[in-house]
Each structure stands twice: as structure tokens, then as C-alpha cells.
């Protein structure tokens, strides 16, 4: 969905059996920053999600949903035109029942935008 228009997979430089570790780049052309905000464009959170999500598509090779995020912390502003390259961090497993179990970060060196912890796709 956002994928390939709002941002692109640069590398995904760690993979363990149950790690995830890309870098991405955001497209600083895409029409979301137009709405929010033209004059200082800010990802949306949502897109943050969305993000870590098609991540664990990619490593999955299937489609995910998100059923439960039991922890959302946006902890800084993304602004695309200061940290356009950012880390995506995914540590997942798998339970009994079919669900995949997450914790994400979205980061940029030291700096820490968006923290997922407890979440479940199905």
C-alpha cells in the first residue's frame, strides 16, 4: 500500500530467524505530506504502522492484519525533509494459534521516533 510510493526498502541488513532490520527512505514528493503539513511534513502515524507491517509482509511473504497493538509510543516527530533515511526494528514469533506476535521501533541513529510493543497480526 505505501510501499514503493511513500517509502522504499533500501537494505535489510539483519535477519535473524525472528528479526528484522531494514533501513528505508521516504519519498519526501508523496502527496500525504501536502495535508500533512505543506510547509513542515510530518509521517503520519498511521504510516508508521503501515510500514512496520508491510516489513513483516515482506519477511513473511504474506498478507498481515493487525489485530491488537497493546502498545503505541510516538515518541518524536518524523520530519522527512531532516531524517528522510530511518531504521525500521522487528523482532516477531509465531504462536501456537496462527498469530504473529510483534515488537517494532522506528529509529534514526540514536534518535527514537515510534516504539510497537505487544502487537498481534494475523
Known amino acids: 500500500m505505501l510501499r514503493n510510493k ?33 510547509e513542515v511534513p ?5 504510516c508508521m504502522l503501515q510500514m512496520i507491517k508491510e516489513q513483516l509482509e515482506d519477511r513473511l511473504g504474506s498478507p498481515l ?17 531532516e531524517n528522510p533515511e530511518l531504521s ?11 498469530f504473529i506476535n510483534a515488537d517494532a521501533s522506528i529509529t534514526y541513529s540514536d534518535k527514537v521516533f515510534f516504539k510497537l510493543a505487544k502487537a498481534i497480526y494475523r
Open 6 to 38: 511513500f517509502y522504499r526498502t533500501l537494505s535489510t541488513d539483519k535477519q535473524t530467524i525472528n528479526e528484522i532490520e531494514s533501513q528505508v527512505l521516504i519519498n519526501i514528493d508523496d502527496p500525504i505530506f501536502k495535508g500533512h503539513f505543506p
Open 42 to 46: 510530518v509521517v503520519p502515524g498511521v
Open 65 to 81: 492484519q493487525l489485530v491488537k497493538a497493546g502498545n503505541l509510543k510516538f515518541l518524536s516527530v518524523i520530519n522527512p525533509l
Open 88 to 98: 525500521i526494528s522487528i523482532s516477531y514469533r509465531k504462536s501456537d494459534d496462527g
